[in-house]
């Protein structure tokens, strides 16, 4: 009996250990990776230079290690790109042809000096915006920073950028006129990365996507679902919405984009010059090509 005992121990203790294993297969938070030459020489664990090749262990030309190699910058452009202001009134839009931006990594799950310029952008399909600096039709946005995270954990998680103001941390991310309405955009937008996650790739791919992810809120009587990117970090949205569902969203505020509107179309649609901080959300998809790097998650 008292063998089966220790047994019993011994195999509670290897499935504990396995469990743990299996919970944290991935690190806390994902990282860059370069693919490069093995020092001392043909020391490494694969023989090419995107590290999709395996070899002899310690035999090979090349190794992963954390970092951003020379840390190139990369630069991008993407298609057609909307900003939705939705309200009981319905979805207001700011829509553009397309975009563009640059920016480097840094280790270990950071970009810095990010822009990005939309172009040939309207409201109403008539009214052209623009920006401090660029011109008709361009909204800038001046530089951002950005943070690598997990929008959803588990054995395949989802990685995410978290970009905002580098100078100024949750504060204004853009400025901009359309004519009939004025803009200034607030707080940080995550969206979805791709093509460079557990894989060596000069490309990577940014998806910003608005849903009603946000719930139900209430105007003067009035009830709405607005439109939002992504709320935070896997392990931030279980508080984001418990807050939103008792009316306390300050107290764990949802990190999405807020803006506030003032100018002509606002005072036609609500009597008011500026409106208070209203929820906005960005459609939007940029491709981007710099140094060949791997996001591990």
Same mark, same amino acid.
């Given at each position: 009996?008292?063998?089966?005992?220790?047994?019993?121990?011994?195999?509670?203790?290897?499935?504990?250990?396995? /469990?743990?294993?299996?919970?944290?297969? *991935?690190?806390?938070?994902?990282?860059? *990776?370069?693919?490069?030459?093995?020092?001392?020489?043909?020391? /490494?664990?694969?023989? $090419? &230079?995107?590290?999709?090749?395996?070899?002899?262990?310690?035999?090979?030309?090349?190794?992963?290690?954390?970092?951003? %190699? &020379?840390?190139?910058?990369?630069?991008?452009?993407?298609?057609?790109?909307?900003?939705?202001?939705? =309200?009981?009134?319905?979805?207001?839009?700011?829509?553009?042809?397309?975009?563009?931006?640059? /920016?480097?990594?840094?280790?270990?799950?950071?970009?810095?000096?990010?822009?990005?310029?939309?172009? &040939?952008?309207?409201?109403?399909?008539?009214?052209?915006?623009?920006?401090?600096?660029? &011109?008709?039709?361009?909204?800038?946005?001046?530089?951002?920073?950005?943070?690598?995270?997990?929008?959803?954990? %588990?054995?395949?998680?989802?990685?995410?950028?978290?970009?905002? $103001?580098?100078?100024?941390?949750?504060? =204004?991310?853009?400025?901009? $006129?359309? %004519?009939?309405?004025?803009?200034?955009? $607030?707080?940080?937008?995550?969206?979805?990365?791709?093509?460079?996650?557990?894989?060596?790739? =000069?490309?990577?791919?940014?998806?910003?996507?608005?849903?009603?992810?946000?719930?139900?809120?209430?105007?003067?009587?009035?009830?709405?679902?607005?439109?939002?990117?992504?709320?935070?970090?896997?392990?931030?949205?279980?508080?984001?919405?418990?807050?939103?569902?008792?009316?306390?969203?300050?107290?764990?505020?949802?990190?999405?984009?807020?803006?506030?509107?003032?100018?002509?179309?606002?005072?036609?649609?609500? /009597?008011?010059?500026?409106?208070?901080?209203?929820?906005?959300?960005?459609?939007?998809?940029?491709?981007?090509?710099?140094?060949?790097?791997?996001?591990?998650?």
């Amino acid at each position: 009996m008292k063998r089966m005992s220790i047994l019993a121990l011994c195999l509670a203790a290897a499935f504990a250990t396995a /469990g743990v294993l299996a919970t944290g297969a *991935f690190a806390a938070e994902p990282a860059w *990776f370069a693919c490069v030459k093995a020092s001392p020489k043909n020391s /490494g664990n694969y023989n $090419n &230079k995107t590290c999709t090749e395996a070899s002899e262990p310690g035999k090979g030309k090349y190794e992963l290690k954390e970092g951003v %190699g &020379k840390a190139k910058a990369f630069k991008g452009s993407g298609g057609a790109a909307v900003l939705h202001v939705k =309200t009981w009134l319905g979805d207001e839009k700011v829509e553009c042809a397309s975009s563009k931006d640059a /920016g480097k990594p840094a280790a270990p799950n950071l970009e810095t000096d990010v822009t990005v310029a939309y172009s &040939k952008c309207t409201v109403f399909t008539t009214h052209e915006c623009t920006s401090a600096g660029a &011109k008709a039709g361009e909204i800038k946005v001046p530089a951002m920073k950005g943070k690598l995270g997990y929008v959803e954990e %588990g054995a395949t998680p989802v990685v995410g950028l978290r970009l905002e $103001n580098e100078a100024s941390p949750g504060g =204004t991310l853009a400025e901009f $006129n359309c %004519g009939i309405v004025r803009a200034t955009l $607030n707080n940080q937008v995550i969206g979805v990365v791709s093509k460079d996650v557990n894989v060596v790739n =000069t490309q990577s791919e940014l998806n910003d996507e608005a849903t009603e992810r946000y719930g139900e809120h209430e105007f003067d009587g009035k009830k709405f679902k607005p439109l939002v990117n992504i709320l935070g970090w896997a392990n931030e949205v279980a508080g984001i919405e418990a807050a939103q569902k008792e009316n306390d969203e300050e107290a764990d505020p949802a990190h999405v984009l807020k803006g506030e509107f003032c100018g002509e179309l606002v005072e036609e649609l609500l /009597g008011v010059e500026c409106t208070p901080p209203a929820y906005a959300g960005l459609d939007a998809t940029i491709v981007n090509k710099g140094e060949a790097l791997m996001i591990k998650a």
